[in-house]
C-alpha cells in the first residue's frame, strides 16, 4: 500500500500575494481601491499623542501591509488614492482629518514611498519569513520617518531635534509591535497558500 504525499504549491519569489487572485483588470483596481479603504479605515484606530501633532494610529501599520501584499505599482497606487481622496477633502486621515495642510501630511507622502519599496522587496521574498519580514517593515517605517519628519519640522517650525521627539521617538515601541504582527501574519499567509493547491 502506498500513500502519496500531498502536492507543495511552489511559489516563486516574483509573486506577491495579490497575485494568487486571478489577474484581471477589475482585480487590480478592486485591490488598489480596496488598500486605499483599508489604509483609510485603520487610520481611524488613532490616538493622540501629548506634545505631538502627530497621533497613533494604524495607518501607517495598514499602508505596509498593503504595499507587501499589493506590491510596488498596487501598492504606489492604493496610497496615492489614499492620498489624493484624503487631500479632496474625504476625511479618511487620522483623526478624520482631511487637506494636506497638516504637520502630519508629510508621513502619508513617507507612506507612498514606503508601500513602493517594501512592495519591490515583497516581490524579491522579503515577506516570507519572519527575520526578512521584519527587516522589511523596519526599512518602510524608516522611509515614513524620513519624509515625515522633516516635513513635521517645516510644517510646524520645529528644530529637526524637536520633531524626532515629537514625531518619532513616542512611535518607536509601537512600531516594533506592528512590525511584530506583520511578522507573523505575512510569513504565515505564504505557508498556508503554499500548503493549499
Known sequence: MSTAAAPVRTLRTGTVLADLLPASRVR???LVVGG??????????SVPVPGSPVPVSGQTFAALLVG????ARRGFLSLALYAVVGMAGVPWFAQGSSGYAMPSFGYILGMLLAATVVGALA???????VLRTAGTMV??????YAVGVPYLALATGMSLGQAVAAGLTPFLLGDALKAALAMGALPAAWKLVGRKG
Open 139 to 144: 526599512l518602510g517605517s524608516a522611509i515614513i
Open 68 to 71: 507587501t501584499a499589493l506590491g
Open 28 to 30: 487590480d483596481v478592486a
Open 123 to 129: 516581490r524579491r521574498g522579503a515577506d516570507r519569513s
Open 36 to 45: 486605499a479603504a483599508l489604509t483609510g479605515l485603520a487610520a481611524q484606530l
